[in-house]
């Protein structure tokens, strides 16, 4: 009697592939149990172990850690003297961060428009918005792309105003083959788990000189200056901005491989790139985002939409994706059509290209673990949502 046939296997659903994920090895592992161990959990020697490799990183520069890249932000408008009555020209293109921190500190962000093509603040626009109450520029690198540095700091010296770069995306690209960090004024970096590299949570800010690395270190913890056994002043009003010797084992761990990390981001981009050049994806004209490989650290891959051609909106995408297994992002809507941005005097159609594209950007998974076949599946589950959603 012949043995009855087996039913058919079923294919296995593909893992589920986040937008990102950060890739931890067993060392770093290792090393974060040693420190638990030691019983020195907060700031203390692997803090400043990081620093000074931070500094190294950034040419020499000096360098202090905290536990967010937001606070780095704060820290440094404060360092500038930035406060109430004064205005700070930034990119409505960002984490909502970027101009909270000029509400924290008094001042009035002045949103500018976005470069089209970049999609970073559009410098051309800079200069119109300048008052004799503007006192900084917070340019943010989307995506790991630099802002023009060259025309940034041009802008910034011509009208005397301090730079706060926020690079928390770009931790690892250049500008003409320099470091963000190793040049200019003050470079803010975050290390947040879906960064390049990462402390868990925290940052880093790249500062100009010892008295404002002293007043920095006063601002990160209470404004207290220690003296001897006993000794302790405050001289200004600080906050709760250290970074736990935990946190700074898991960026020890990171740092050496910033290189590995950013190289292979580079494969998978020129992989989206190839995959995006099929017939059928070019057919739907997607905007893909600069074609840099000599700058950018690829920190995202974001495309936007063709909102009018689609019959379904950008988060019936993301849900279809989702479905699919394969996680996405919005990265960012307009900081100023928030409602705490309204109440400034912000209105809908006052900055419309970032209004735009802040409407049809989505974030594709990109991150060093990533399978070419990922990019694969991504962008063929991407393109067949599309294509039978597209308006007749």
Known sequence: MSAPASAPTAKPA??????????????????VAEVLRSGWLTSGPKVKELEAKLSDYCGGRPVRV????????????????????????????????????????GARPVFVDIDPVTRNIDLARVEAAITPATRA??????????????RLYAIAKKHNLRVVEDAAQSFGSAWNGKKIGAFGDFVSFSFHPNKNITTIEGGALVLNNEAEVKLAEQYRLQGVVRTGFDGMEVEVVGGKFNLTDVAARVGLGQLPRIDEFNAKRRELARAYFAAFEAPAARALSLQLPPRDFNSTNWHMFQ?????????????????????????TGVHYPAIHRFAVYRRLGWKDGDLPIAERVCRSILTLPLFPAMTLGDIARVVDALTGILQRHLKS
């Open 14 to 31: 593909a893992p589920y592939l986040p937008m990102t994920r950060p890739t931890i090895d067993d060392e770093t592992i290792s090393g």
């Open 66 to 105: 905290f536990n967010s890249g937001t606070c780095t932000m704060e820290i440094a408008l404060r360092l500038a003297g930035v406060g109430s009555g004064h205005e700070v020209i930034t990119t409505p293109l960002s984490w909502v961060a970027t101009s909270n921190v000029i509400l924290e500190v």
């Open 303 to 327: 495309v936007v939409l063709p909102e009018d051609r689609l019959a379904l909106t950008r988060a019936e995408v993301m849900a279809q994706l989702h479905t699919a297994g394969i996680g």
């Open 137 to 150: 520029i917070i340019p943010v690198d989307l995506a790991g792309l630099p802002v023009d540095r060259d």
